[in-house]
């Protein structure tokens, strides 16, 4: 039987499948994958700002945002741009959309990857060629969001699948751009980035294939989803910009 790919506009969406791709392109996959190259060690995806501040402690700092706005008390905030060193080991992560699709696509989905135009290439290489994907918009508060969609689309049109209904419609909407930052600039969350001096984010978000590497669900649990980074072909990640990886345990 031919493997499929299906795309779910929101959380809502998701059905069963082999693997299933998250993407928040603005901003918490890009963060994701940003935080991870810099050298943190794992990402605890939480779903609400107590959850995370209860997993506060030695050798872990906070993260996230309501509103696009910095979370009183967290140490940062949910802009990539903030991650070029890691301090700690762990990064606990909360945001008002990612982190919640994080959470629920591990019980649709054997495997649970994390996507976004940061890391483009290295997740198309580490899907299984037989597998069933669902790529899983987070969208913005339950609804439609054009940079996911359309990042959704970059991806159905590498993968080369069976596509639904769904996923030839993002084929559609990413082909009618000639590049990455249009669809970004002209979303809604753009806007309210803008809005909040934030708008450096968006091409920063919108660059293609940085780094080569694949966040991936390792453990998962009502409330917190624990994310690794692994390289798709098992090999040294490289980081720019000058970024430094260092090893970090906790007891």
Same mark, same amino acid.
């Given at each position: 039987?031919?493997?499929?790919?299906?795309?779910?506009?929101?959380?809502?969406?998701?059905?069963?499948?082999?693997?299933?791709?998250?993407?928040?392109?603005?901003?918490?996959?890009?963060?994701?994958?940003?935080?991870? #190259?810099?050298?943190? %060690?794992? *990402? &605890? @995806?939480?779903?609400?700002?107590?959850? !995370?501040?209860?997993? /506060? $402690?030695?050798?872990?700092?906070?993260?996230?945002?309501?509103?696009?706005?910095?979370?009183?008390?967290?140490?940062?905030?949910?802009?990539?741009?903030?991650?070029?060193? #890691?301090?700690?080991? %762990?990064? *606990? &992560? @909360?945001?008002?959309?990612?982190?919640? !699709?994080?959470?629920? /696509? $591990?019980?649709?989905?054997?495997?649970?990857?994390?996507?976004?135009?940061?890391?483009?290439?290295?997740?198309?290489?580490?899907?299984?060629?037989?597998?069933?994907?669902?790529?899983?918009?987070?969208?913005?508060?339950?609804?439609?969001?054009?940079?996911?969609?359309?990042?959704?689309?970059?991806?159905?049109?590498?993968?080369?699948?069976?596509?639904?209904?769904?996923?030839?419609?993002?084929?559609?909407?990413?082909?009618?751009?000639?590049?990455?930052?249009?669809?970004?600039?002209?979303?809604?969350?753009?806007?309210?980035?803008?809005?909040?001096?934030?708008?450096?984010?968006?091409?920063?978000?919108?660059?293609?294939?940085?780094?080569?590497?694949?966040?991936?669900?390792?453990?998962?649990?009502?409330?917190?989803?624990?994310?690794?980074?692994?390289?798709?072909?098992?090999?040294?990640?490289?980081?720019?910009?000058?970024?430094?990886?260092?090893?970090?345990?906790?007891?």
């Amino acid at each position: 039987m031919t493997a499929s790919i299906d795309v779910a506009f929101t959380p809502a969406d998701v059905r069963r499948t082999d693997v299933a791709l998250v993407v928040d392109v603005l901003r918490a996959s890009s963060t994701i994958v940003t935080a991870l #190259a810099a050298g943190f %060690e794992r *990402v &605890l @995806c939480v779903g609400d700002v107590e959850g !995370a501040r209860a997993l /506060s $402690g030695p050798g872990r700092a906070l993260a996230g945002e309501r509103g696009c706005q910095p979370i009183e008390g967290f140490d940062h905030g949910n802009s990539p741009s903030e991650f070029q060193h #890691a301090s700690v080991a %762990e990064l *606990v &992560l @909360c945001t008002t959309n990612g982190t919640p !699709a994080v959470l629920s /696509s $591990g019980e649709a989905a054997g495997e649970v990857l994390i996507a976004s135009l940061l890391n483009l290439d290295a997740v198309i290489g580490a899907v299984p060629p037989d597998a069933d994907v669902t790529v899983v918009c987070s969208g913005t508060d339950r609804r439609f969001a054009l940079e996911d969609a359309y990042a959704a689309g970059r991806l159905v049109g590498r993968l080369g699948r069976a596509r639904t209904d769904a996923a030839t419609a993002a084929l559609r909407l990413a082909g009618s751009y000639a590049d990455s930052l249009k669809p970004l600039d002209e979303s809604a969350d753009a806007a309210v980035l803008r809005d909040t001096g934030q708008s450096a984010d968006i091409s920063f978000c919108a660059r293609e294939s940085v780094f080569d590497i694949v966040p991936r669900v390792a453990e998962i649990g009502e409330a917190v989803a624990v994310v690794e980074g692994s390289s798709p072909k098992d090999r040294e990640i490289p980081i720019p910009h000058d970024q430094t990886s260092f090893d970090v345990s906790r007891s």
